[in-house]
């Protein structure tokens, strides 16, 4: 028969850590810890399977699931002396959700349970304190009201409230036993009214609930919605945990808390979390009540304190991971109630990382899988400009949950957030707490403020996982939701307003400030030095690390010498993609690209591009230059020439203004001659207008992304492309005469056709050769393609009979593929993601299916054709880290990113070949 | 050793007619015809493998070929009885060209070679006609100068004419001997001036040039174009075929002529064609003497004729089709030159194929291979509309020698004809001959009116062979090419004026004729009864055999039920595209469609589209009942919103207009209650504007052609699916009940996602459900996509699972899989076919290798998953033949093309499926 149901008690469990998908990550836990001799409530996990049948089952259970667990629950009994709904000992249990994957706060869970009548009086009498008995039944019935029957929780505060307002006390532990019995009798009469039926008394038939409660939470709005962001697949399935209640509202010796085993703000290695005194976990967990820090159990329970560390460095040793645990004394005995791998900032996740492996606890290679690219991401996430900072005061400081600096416009509501976000707004979600409801809000802000909760409420929990800055417990400040402000020391600061607040230190301003580059950033640039920063050490280590292990190279896309500098300085080696198109824009050189646009004939389009021609060695001979000893991507021109044109309507704008003018001018110039020079002038300009408007329309495109760009525009202007070839080669053989090694490659895009590249390839070749011989230098250069358009990649067996290398151009390629232009796809793409159509955004993360196919096809027919072919990638996806990851797969031999990215790049590469095995 | 040389003399040869690619056509054919026991003159024919070792040999021929060459010469000469050089007896040879595939006139042709200072008396001897040699002299002097050595050929006309005035004759025959010494004489001047050394006198010399510069012309700029035109492939290379001169310029019992076995024209079965009396080839050819009818030899040389009638009998039994033929008679002797397959009218190879099934001569099966798609479609080009050609009396009358009836301006060279052509200008081009200079222009033409030459001139067999209007030999009209003007009849005609011709009668109109569709359309249409028309029968038996043989369903575009009714006349089995967008564009919908475009909310959108139902629901039931019987593919809504509003800068102007008048009208309405009135009317018309135009400018799209259309619009407006599926299936329900059988298929487009059709089908399912239950029917229909989206081909494993059908929409395939947009591809297009980049113009015929390839991918992924899904081809390659050929290749279930295309598709489908074996 199918085991449903997994025992843990006493040191020995059913189960171990490796059970995660039965148990799901809580059961498996408990198991783990047991079997590891941690001092746990004894229980039982009802697996995930159970859920699966539960689903498949119409939602229930089988009648063999039940029995299986009554049996569990008469062991329990045995194991703890107790009895479920005895009166006189009786048996509390917790009955808590545990996925495979975590899912903070998205699933329910009911403590307390076997509480009824009856039981209620037996705890008092066994525990000998009334106080407790009555304000757990009167919690238990509150709870599984609200999970169980779905009641709103509202209904029984404001009894509570009534309560407390009657007996005159502001907080809960203040209430007397008479009022807590009486709130049983409010809360009760609530239960009858709303749910049209008593309180359920017997504790089997609450167990029996609960389960199913627990079960029916997987599928609940907020989890779903929590598994469509995190990409949870919907079939995995929860378990149901049922353990011995412990408590830590027992009295003043008595408490609850929870716990990491480092700083998951900052990694640092102490033991970290928060705990109240005289109260239950749910207390902590929700940011109600603000709890102390640890340390200062030292001073409440020493004992306690000093066994707490000593399990903390038991888990790290075993679990080889920093913990985030929860647990509870009961008149001063330690209870460890759950533990698992902690959620950590960016920050602490690459301290955390680099310092394991000098412990000795994990090695390098460990190290580089354990920090996500994301966490990178986040450590060189901008700070607040130091200098801008200084000349503003904080208005209030609340605690620093979530590094990071973030300025945006306040909203009150996650509606809100997502409202304005789509309207290109950046905004700070203001609330008195988070709660699962507002998920969507906080991924859509750029930073989170509240003026309750601690460093494990909600909010900052939530917050660090996304890397979005977080203060939380902001308690200076007064949320008016409804009225959409928030008051601050006598400020009002209403919807729309900007703030700026400082995860890293918790300091909130009533101002936009300007951020600044991180830590790591302003090392590198050379303007903070080493020394000063407590975060490079590790930064550094781990992409030492990290470079150890990755096969991809790492480019970087840079059309400047100055990002070509910055890119070395992160780590790139070489440029994947230098566009020549930006250089055109300049002042001083537009008006001779437009010159060169609007030649009637091929010389005068030769003595445009002559005057360009220095202009363009000398971007290439810096850009060469900074990447001395590597390879350099040069990409032809690639836009359309309308796009160095004025706008249509500009120019139709001005040639109405100006022959308004002329009109008016016209009478006066029979009369005055220094007015018929006006006019005059203003003829020539009139004429000279015109032309640029008949150029400007006969280049106008219906599509330009599909038009007259890329190798069209070298092919039909051979021209071009031989000043760029030219360009760049003199700028190499420069270089070369002055004893620097450059590597360029002349890279022509949108090759669709091996007709194409070989056209052009025959126009920079000869080029080459007489820059060569002019110059009496070798010049080791190669020219390729990029892939962008479909048909490259489909007949890449003959593209590469031509081309030396392939760059893959995402962008344009995710474009043609999906036939879907960036520009205008923000018209539905949200649409497209609500509605799981498209499971992510594909401009930023490539689509493998489609898009991957392609370059698959090109991969493996290009190396067909040509088996050393150089292949890279230059489109944005360069520096996404599942995209690389794919690169890595389908053995691609670099990833060029931009410059800030090369760190992320390099790490997600070093991860794509660890994972690999 | 290999064989470089093949004889054929005395109803023997080395060679046969299947060795073209050695022989070349001509040789293989001599060969071919001299085993037949055709009177053929002796000779041999050098390979074209000798032609590739002379251009791998640095343009030259190894000894060992010479020696073959020199000893097939000493047995021509045994054969013959008459030596090259001999000055008593001289064998005379003509050096012609013969590629393995015909181009006629491209490449070079020499005929009297053997005659010099000497041999020309030894000829004036024997033949006792002195006249006779001193021309063949001065024509071969004449003739080498041209080919071989490259001198303008016009210094020699002008000698000619100077020497005609000198003895006051108008002809050349009329030239007496000591002027033709003379010209001799002058001749050799020209060449001694020009080449700078003696004409050759050494004829084994001259026979040596001649052969190399055979060889050389294959690479002559007019045959590399043709080449390029017709797509030949240029390492064929050409053979060359040394042959005994034979002469039709003997005196009055001599000729020269051309013929086919069948009127190349109408298809008639007729000896048909033309000869000279006392004439070389040349003189027929091209065109310069007017000759005579073939039959006008019956009373000339009786016996000539008769034995002429019997030899064409017996080659098309031999060849079983159709031969053009060349004939010599010398002095009474009947000599065949060269045979080969006749080049026919569109209208000649219907009836020739279809008579020669009747007469057994051929199967079925060869009849359908015999007709080229292309011929089919003249039969099918227009001609002049009957009642008003009966308005306009023609100008001139010439031959009629290409049929069909053409429009358009008049041009004087075929550089004017490409460039007119260029700027969309339909042209006549009028020449006074052409030649194969003129390729190009008569291409780019119409049609070609020509003043001199005869049905076999060079106008009339590549005007035929291209399928274009010819009229030539139009004496009465006379050409100044200079001043670019033509004089007819006291009328003066110049560049851009209007012309019309009929190829068919010969006719010339100083006219614009609008144009009306042929015979056969009339037929079908039922606008000419079927016994009045000749062409009709044939047609109709050569497609119930094509018919027979295909495998490819052919079903038509139609938007309409009259196209529906016409397409169904051609035999389309059904709607391949029916489009709906066009439906919306009719006055009274489309400001429905606009108010539903600009709705704010779903409401509103509802409400518009309520009033669209009944109209869509009226086009589908007309298009399904037209088809009743065979599935009809309707195509949801594609194209994006803003095509339905009118255009930015329209309302901008507008909007300028309207403001303007209420800025004036202003201060009046201070003072007047009308005036009041109307700005107040202008004030509300003013804010439609606006609001109007606010809705372009936010759905203004960079590249709507990857914008927020097709299946995005169903998926970001259900509604709008929703509504067309409702119109789809009550139409449907209401024809079931009428007791017609109607297949619907709903066709989404621009899916490139699974999830795509997987929203739209849930939509469309949904609607057929509910008006099924209405409607108490049970409708057979499909629901499948277009797969016209790169990602939907590469995926197409995953759509299939979904789709029931695929309909590849290669318009916008080839687009997005070259990224290239139809709309702007014009600026480059012809560059790139001029570079040759492209083969072909990719929206005309399918790119193999690129659309091909995602093509081949999506059958293959898609079959994977449903083995049974249906699969055709609804872009406008379904009807172009080359593409046929290759949805044959890949096994798509039908083809759809618009409905005059389908007969041409129905012959395609046939020849491809008989190609396959």
């Given amino acids: 028969m199918k085991k449903y149901v997994y025992f843990f008690a006493e040191g020995k469990a059913d189960g171990n850590k490796d059970m995660k998908n039965l148990l799901g990550g809580k059961g498996a836990n408990l198991a783990e810890m047991t079997n590891a001799g941690l001092p746990v409530p004894p229980g039982f996990t009802i697996s995930t399977e159970a859920c699966t049948l539960y689903y498949k089952n119409n939602e229930s259970l089988p009648d063999e699931v039940w029995a299986e667990i009554w049996e569990a629950l008469e062991r329990l009994e045995k194991v703890t002396g107790k009895k479920l709904g005895d009166k006189n000992n009786p048996l509390l249990v917790s009955v808590r959700s545990g996925a495979p994957i975590s899912m903070p706060g998205m699933m329910d869970t009911i403590l307390n349970l076997g509480l009824n009548d009856e039981t209620v009086e037996g705890l008092a009498k066994a525990s000998n304190n009334p106080r407790f008995a009555y304000d757990s039944y009167r919690r238990f019935i509150q709870m599984f009201s609200d999970v169980v029957l779905q009641i709103p929780r509202r209904l029984f505060e404001e009894e509570l409230q009534k309560i407390k307002e009657k007996e005159g006390v502001k907080t809960d532990p203040e209430v007397s036993v008479e009022g807590l019995k009486e709130l049983i009798k409010k809360y009760k009469e609530i239960v009858k009214r709303e749910w049209g039926r ?24 907020r989890a779903i919605e929590y598994r469509k962001i995190y990409g949870i697949p919907d079939d995995l399935g929860t378990a149901v945990n049922v353990q011995m209640m412990v408590f830590g509202n027992f009295g003043e010796d008595s408490g609850t808390g929870v716990g990491f085993t480092r700083n998951p703000s900052t990694g640092e290695k102490e033991l970290f979390g928060e705990f109240l005194i005289n109260a239950q976990g749910e207390d902590v967990v929700a940011g109600i009540r603000t709890p102390l820090h640890l340390d200062e159990l030292k001073s409440v329970l ?52 680099v310092d394991m492996v000098e412990e000795g606890l994990i090695n390098e290679k460990e190290a580089v899988l354990r920090v996500e690219p994301e966490a990178l991401e986040q450590v060189l996430h901008p700070m607040f400009d130091l200098e801008e900072r200084k000349k503003h005061q904080p208005v209030a400081k609340g605690l620093p949950a979530s590094p990071g600096a973030a300025a945006g416009r306040v909203v009150f509501t996650a509606e809100d957030a997502v409202q304005w976000a789509k309207r290109g707004e950046k905004v700070i979600l203001v609330r008195p707490e988070t709660s699962p409801e507002d998920i969507a809000g906080m991924k859509a802000a750029q930073g989170i403020l509240t003026s309750t909760g601690g460093m494990t409420s909600h ?30 020391k006598g400020k009002v600061v209403k919807e729309g307003d900007w703030v700026s607040i400082d995860g890293t230190t918790g300091e909130v301003f009533i101002a936009k400030l300007p951020t600044a580059p991180s830590e790591i950033i302003q090392v590198i640039m050379g303007k903070l030095p080493k020394e000063k920063s407590k975060l490079y050490p590790y930064f550094e280590k781990l992409l030492t690390w990290a470079d150890k292990y990755r096969k991809l190279g790492v480019r970087t896309n840079a059309d400047t010498p100055h990002d070509a500098r910055l890119a070395r300085l992160f780590g790139a080696e070489g440029i994947g ?104 002038e203003l003829e020539a300009e009139i004429e000279k207008l015109e032309k640029l408007l008949a150029r400007v329309e006969e280049l106008h495109e219906f599509n330009p992304m599909l038009g007259h760009r890329g190798c069209r525009l070298g092919i039909t202007f051979n021209e071009i492309t031989e000043m760029q070839a030219r360009a760049i080669f003199e700028a190499a053989a420069r270089l070369l005469r002055e004893g620097i090694k450059v590597y360029p490659e002349v890279m022509v895009p949108l090759v669709g056709h091996v007709k194409e590249i070989e056209d052009q390839k025959r126009v920079i070749d000869r080029v080459a050769k007489e820059v060569m011989e002019d110059y009496g230098v070798e010049i080791h250069y190669r020219v390729g393609t990029m892939i962008e358009v479909p048909r490259a990649a489909l007949t890449a067996d003959q593209v590469a009979s031509v081309a030396e290398f392939f760059s893959f151009g995402t962008n344009d390629l ?104």
Same sequence: chains 1, 2.
């Avoid at 008394?201 to 709005?221: C, G, H, P, Y």
């Avoid at 044109?645 to 100006?658: A, F, G």
């Fill in 302 to 353: 020493p004992q306690v304190y000093k066994q707490l560390k000593e399990i903390a460095e038991k888990l790290e040793r075993h679990y080889r991971d920093m913990q985030d645990f929860e647990f509870t004394v009961e008149r001063g005995k330690l209870y460890m109630l759950q533990t698992r791998t902690g959620k950590r900032t960016g920050m602490a996740a690459l301290r955390i990382a």
């Fill in 577 to 680: 993609l230098a566009r020549t198109e930006h250089m055109f824009f300049a002042p001083e050189r537009l008006p001779i690209m437009q010159s060169m646009i609007l030649a009637e004939t091929e010389e005068e389009r030769r003595e445009a591009l002559a005057k360009l021609l220095p202009m363009q060695r000398e971007d290439f001979y810096g850009l060469l230059k900074e990447m001395e000893g590597y390879e350099v991507t040069i990409r032809l021109l690639d836009p359309p020439l309308h796009e160095f044109l004025p706008k249509r309507e500009e120019l139709v704008e001005e040639l109405h203004k100006k022959r308004r003018i002329l009109e008016a001018m016209e009478f006066e110039a029979e009369h005055s001659s220094e007015a018929e020079k006006i006019v005059e």
């Fill in 459 to 488: 909010a900052a929990v939530v917050g660090r996982q996304m890397g979005k800055p977080a203060v939380v417990g902001c308690g200076d400040i007064k949320v008016y939701e409804d009225e959409k402000k928030f008051e601050v």
């Fill in 198 to 221: 008593d309180f359920p008394q017997d504790t089997k038939e609450q167990l029996k609930m609960a389960i199913l409660a627990v079960f029916r939470s997987w599928n609940n709005k």
């Fill in 814 to 917: 995710t474009q043609m593929t999906f036939a879907l232009s960036r520009d205008d796809a923000g018209k539905f793409l949200n649409i497209y993601l609500d509605k799981g159509i498209w499971p992510k955004d594909p401009f930023r993360t490539l689509d493998r299916d489609g898009v991957g196919a392609l370059m698959k096809i090109a991969v493996e027919k290009g190396r067909g054709t040509r088996p050393e072919l150089k292949i890279g990638i230059c489109g944005e996806h360069g520096g996404d880290p599942e995209s690389i990851y794919f690169c890595h797969e389908i053995g691609l031999d670099y990833v060029s990113a931009s410059p800030y990215r090369v760190p992320v790049a390099r790490l997600a590469a070093a991860r794509a070949a660890l994972q690999e095995k």
